[in-house]
């Protein structure tokens, strides 16, 4: 068991640019959600995934942000035409279901300049 | 709605000293409830969990129990070590038919001293 992964770590990017950030789930977890952390802040939910079905979408994921997870393995998040307001930490946790423990990812930090 | 409110932080203690980090929730329904840790550079952790109310939660030292009275939560341990210092979140799972998403806390930050 590997955990769940993260890529890239970290990313800086220009305003205006897209970036899309990956998440290996750990192997077997059906949930993978997807969660915002700014600085001192704790995390906030962003969407998540039910194996490839995405069930839910938070009002913080504007349309610029997309989120994929086909097959149901690894997930992808990417935001286009990047705000400066969107420099965080995204972290991508899974679980193996409903009412599960979610394992958290080490996160993919952005910075946009 | 679902909402975690904790002590603000940063706290600062001596090593060996007793430590509680207050966490008070807002939901709907009976959620499960949830210490993370974050460690500097390095990715949230499970702490400790319960499930139900009067549950305790243990792990590492550490001891949280679940009180629907007063819904609370909150952290403790008694006799913290230099190597607790890190960032402590309380978080709720919000029910079945909310998704089971994490709600969290603004984080404490602990910083232990020799």
């Known amino acids: 068991d590997t955990g769940v992964s993260q890529d890239p770590r970290h990313k800086i990017t220009k305003r205006g640019q897209n970036v899309t950030f990956r998440c290996d789930p750990i192997?077997?977890?059906?949930?993978l959600y997807w969660y915002r952390q700014t600085l001192g802040q704790g995390p906030e939910f962003l969407t998540y995934?039910?194996?490839?079905?995405?069930?839910?979408k938070s009002r913080l994921l504007s349309d610029r942000f997309s989120a994929e997870r086909p097959k149901g393995s690894f997930s992808t998040l990417e935001i286009q035409r990047t705000e400066q307001g969107d420099s965080a930490m995204y972290l991508c946790a899974s679980s193996l279901g409903q009412g599960e423990t979610q394992y958290f990812g080490p996160g993919t930090r952005l910075l946009v300049l | 709605g679902n909402s975690v409110t904790q002590m603000e932080g940063p706290v600062t203690l001596s090593e060996e000293a007793f430590l509680t980090i207050n966490c008070t929730y807002t939901a709907t329904g009976y959620p499960s409830l949830f210490w993370y840790v974050q460690y500097p550079g390095e990715g949230l952790q499970l702490l400790l969990k319960a499930t139900k109310a009067d549950d305790k939660g243990s792990n590492k030292g550490f001891e949280a129990t679940y009180r629907k009275e007063t819904t609370s939560f909150h952290l403790e341990k008694g006799s913290v070590q230099v190597s607790d210092s890190a960032v402590y979140f309380c978080?709720?799972?919000?029910?079945?038919?909310?998704?089971?998403?994490?709600?969290f806390g603004q984080g404490t930050e602990l910083s232990v001293k020799p």
């Open positions: 995934f039910q194996n490839e079905a995405q069930l839910e």
């Open positions: 978080a709720l799972s919000t029910p079945y038919n909310q998704g089971g998403k994490l709600i």
């Open positions: 192997s077997e977890h059906n949930r």
